[in-house]
């Protein structure tokens, strides 16, 4: 073995170490996709930058072993990843899928198999050979163990293949391996945190008759706000499922003046608008539930500083409680109140446009929140229409 090749080597494979530690250090925090985890592992092996490596990388998954390999051939592109094919299926019993199949790590040189190059291209499944473009001279190929098998098929070494490039293959499949395994275990864990803040502001819906899918729509008015403010998708994700949460604080509040039939007085209603704070001590400190905190704490703000708790004026008013008033505002005046009939929308908008007795549309809500309402008015009829059988 060649120093200079030994030494390419370990610095792959250091590459992929390093990739595999800041995954772990990220994992908590951060959203993948599996096919995020592998592209990026991908482009630490690919040649380029004075790097010796494949042309091109042939990466497969199987639902579960002897199911069909669907995968994809990738190219790095002055140092990006970019994608060469449409989704190639290879059936495992095929002739293309020997490789794929029969052992852990296969390396093979066409000159050592056949006479010919042109000879050796009919071993490849026609689709990976028009993604890759030009004859296949070499490959190495190796499984991918975890929860989900496949395999990578890496063209096109410069010179011959050697089992050192097959090392670091190998190092790179059981990366990919276990970060898809952990990435699984991360989302199953986030939906089993969105279900739980879902059965929290279900447990609350439940304590304040007649809201029906008040807290789903919210949900979904917030998104839409968020998503057409520009505001970052993280942003949007996590707004879409913390508004649910605004009046997490009401199951604090004593059913007699939840469920108060008629208006309340001034002493029941300073109890009902500490609902806010109690919201703010429900959800804690957890980072994963700040949204949701900020929500339950500034909903009932408004612009000018005359709202609740904490009269919190403009910029001061977390930008999530600011979004949520707007869409908690808008679906209260749709739906039936102790107080009110139901509006149609188009007495809703038109309380958005000139208030009323309890709202001041200018001075209650930020002004970018309430011209993105304007703009996407329809979107909000939309929502309460198809969610509003409760
Ligand atoms: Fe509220
Ligand atoms: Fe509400």
């Not at 852990?104 to 198999?113: G, I």
């Not at 749709?334 to 009110?340: D, E, L, P, Q, W």
Request: hydrophobic share 40%; charged share 25%; glycine share 6%.
């Amino acid at each position: 073995m060649s120093e200079e090749l030994c030494e390419m080597s370990l610095q792959q494979t250091q590459e992929l170490l390093r990739l595999t530690d800041v995954t772990l250090q990220n994992i908590c925090c951060k959203r993948f996709t599996t096919e995020e985890l592998y592209v990026e592992a991908l482009a630490k092996v690919l040649g380029g930058d004075g790097r010796r490596g494949p042309r091109s990388i042939f990466i497969a998954f199987q639902e579960a072993a002897d199911a069909i390999y669907r995968g994809r051939v990738f190219h790095l592109n002055k140092g990006e990843m970019v994608e060469g094919s449409e989704e190639i299926r290879i059936d495992p019993l095929s002739t293309y899928a020997v490789d794929l199949t029969e052992a852990e790590v296969v390396v093979s040189n066409w000159n050592d198999s056949c006479e010919t190059i042109e000879e050796y291209q009919t071993n490849f499944h026609p689709y990976v050979k028009t993604a890759i473009g030009t004859s296949i001279k070499n490959f190495v190929c190796c499984r991918i163990s975890g929860e989900r098998p496949g395999a990578i098929i890496a063209f096109n070494y410069p010179g011959r293949a050697t089992n050192y490039e097959a090392d670091v293959l190998r190092s790179l499949g059981v990366v990919i391996g276990s970060l898809v395994t952990l990435s699984n275990e991360v989302r199953e864990t986030e939906k089993a945190f969105i279900y739980t803040i879902e059965a929290l502001a279900r447990a609350c819906e439940a304590a304040e008759e007649g809201t029906g899918q008040h807290i789903v729509r919210v949900n979904r008015y917030a998104g839409a706000l968020a998503a057409n403010m520009g505001l970052p998708a993280e942003f949007v994700v996590s707004l879409s499922h913390a508004a649910q949460m605004h009046d997490v604080g009401k199951i604090k509040i004593p059913p007699t003046i939840l469920l108060k039939p008629g208006p309340l007085n001034a002493a029941e209603m300073e109890v009902m608008m500490r609902h806010p704070v109690y919201g703010e001590q429900i959800l804690g400190d957890s980072p994963r539930l700040q949204t949701a905190r900020e929500v339950a704490i500034a909903h009932h703000e408004n612009w000018d500083g005359t709202g609740y708790p904490y009269n919190l004026k403009g910029e001061n008013i977390p930008l999530a409680g600011r979004i949520v008033r707007v869409a908690d505002v808008y679906d209260a005046l749709r739906s039936t109140r102790s107080y009110k009939e139901p509006y149609s929308h188009a007495q809703a908008l038109q309380v958005f446009t000139e208030g009323d007795q309890r709202i001041r549309p200018a001075a209650h809500f930020d002004p970018a929140v309430l011209a993105t309402f304007f703009k996407i008015e329809h979107i909000f009829d939309k929502i309460y229409e198809s969610l509003s059988s409760g």
